[in-house]
């Protein structure tokens, strides 16, 4: 009897064996940006933003994000710096961002709700829209950039024309990517 394929337990590669596994398949491009489905990988590198990746004595500056299916990569092969500083910011702008959508009032005549500032404290709010004041908020009023991070993720499901496979010691991964890179190309 065989058994349908969603029982099938299938292990995983972890996202940063997927992300070595690949700069070595690329013989260390000086650069690439590429996105991995979240279910095709185990997410072992989750929260970090901004960071150095060693494969082969060669150093990459990997920035990465997640967006909804995907997760997002880009690495550029730079001497090593600590990144330490820019990770976090990263991670905080994220926090903010992701904060900020969830916080919103939904129903109009909330009286009051909590609010994120930039140093981290709440604050209760006077009735109204406490969002007004924000840069932002004439898109969020009509839904744009609610989800940030989802909507990167569809618009990019829509721009993705190219795809390569990732061979790792537990199972094939494939790779999107907006466009066919240009080996060797510095930029």
């Not at 995983?12 to 260390?28: E, F, G, I, N, W």
């Not at 185990?42 to 299916?69: A, I």
């Not at 916080?103 to 981290?120: D, H, Q, W």
């Amino acid at each position: 009897m065989r058994l349908p394929r969603f029982l099938l337990a299938r292990v995983k590669p972890k996202a940063s064996d997927v992300l070595t596994c690949y700069l070595q398949q690329r013989d260390l491009p000086p650069w690439t940006s590429y996105f991995v489905k979240y279910h095709s990988v185990k997410n072992d590198q989750f929260g970090l933003s901004h960071f150095n990746w060693r494969v082969n004595g060669q150093n990459y500056h990997v920035l990465r994000t997640g967006c909804f299916p995907f997760i997002k990569y880009h690495c550029t092969k730079r001497a090593y710096q600590d990144l330490y500083f820019e990770n976090r910011i990263y991670t905080v702008i994220k926090i903010i961002n992701l904060e900020a959508q969830w916080l919103k009032p939904l129903t109009p005549g909330t009286t009051m709700c909590r609010r994120i500032e930039i140093g981290f404290q709440a604050s209760v709010v006077k009735a109204g829209n406490p969002w007004d004041d924000l840069p932002h908020s004439r898109e969020a009023k009509h839904g744009v950039t609610r989800f940030p991070t989802l909507t990167y993720g569809i618009t990019a499901h829509m721009l993705i024309k190219h795809t390569e496979t990732v061979i790792t010691p537990q199972g094939n991964v494939t790779l999107h990517f907006l466009y066919r890179e240009d080996r060797g190309a510095l930029h």
